[in-house]
């Protein structure tokens, strides 16, 4: 079993609608959770940190749910700008920085 | 005024050869990573270094050799390169905190073996 799962997409949406993204992980010590945002032949970069209250960035919300070992993302009213491979990824310790193989959204006009 | 670069960006080599990625960081940061992303687009960790001392290496061939000269550079350098080498090759540097931190990432090498 992957030490992160995330189902690959590719979500194919129209602009403004509303999609959500989930991850689930095995390492329950794991410490803290991030969604990093990977555009085609370029390098991941954060998108946001994943806390355990939940948390919000403009159109982004994360939510974590440490009892189920599962983290999601929302995406609210969708820009073509949008479209990249989200990546889920868990600290396990010592900076270990641990990635799902992502989900894949493609936005259209 | 790239803040993690890499060099070269693209490298073909034949197999059985030798060859080395650099990476340099200007954010001050005191830990840098090496990590693969295979054709699955799969991320994978292969080395960390914190104040040029190895913290982290998984399971990885000692083909590969990092070696961290001062806390701003970490190369790699893979002896007799396989098929199977072939991938993207990203460094990323981050400063050790409260386990929030955030890793900033390269360009990205990719290498091609024939």
């Known amino acids: 079993r992957k030490e992160v799962e995330q189902d690959p997409g590719p979500f194919n949406v129209p602009e403004g609608a509303t999609v959500a993204f989930n991850c689930t992980y095995s390492?329950?010590?794991?410490?803290?959770f991030f969604w990093y945002r990977q555009d085609c032949r370029k390098e991941p970069k954060l998108l946001m940190s994943?806390?355990?209250s939940g948390n919000e960035d403009g159109r982004f919300t994360a939510q974590l749910n440490r009892a189920s070992q599962y983290i999601s993302l929302l995406i609210r009213d969708s820009k073509l700008s949008d479209s990249a491979t989200y990546l889920c990824?868990?600290?396990?310790?010592?900076?270990?920085?641990?990635f799902g193989t992502g989900t894949r959204l493609l936005v259209s006009p | 005024d790239t803040a993690v670069s890499q060099t070269p960006k693209y490298l073909v080599t034949q197999m059985g050869n030798d060859k080395s990625i650099k990476c340099e960081q200007n954010?001050?940061?005191?830990?840098m990573y090496w990590y693969k992303q295979d054709s699955k687009k799969f991320l994978k960790i292969m080395f960390s270094?914190?104040?040029?001392?190895?913290?982290i290496n998984e399971t990885v061939p000692n083909r590969f050799s990092p070696k961290s000269p001062d806390k701003a550079h970490l190369n790699l350098h893979i002896n007799s390169l396989e098929l199977g080498d072939s991938a993207v090759y990203f460094c990323?540097?981050?400063?050790?905190?409260?386990?929030?931190?955030?890793?900033?990432f390269g360009p990205g090498t990719r290498l091609l073996v024939l």
């Open positions: 990323a540097s981050s400063q050790r905190g409260g386990g929030q931190e955030t890793q900033y």
């Open positions: 390492n329950s010590a794991s410490q803290s």
């Open positions: 994943v806390y355990s």
């Open positions: 990824v868990v600290n396990t310790g010592f900076q270990k920085l641990v």
């Open positions: 954010l001050g940061h005191d830990t």
């Open positions: 270094y914190n104040n040029k001392e190895l913290i």
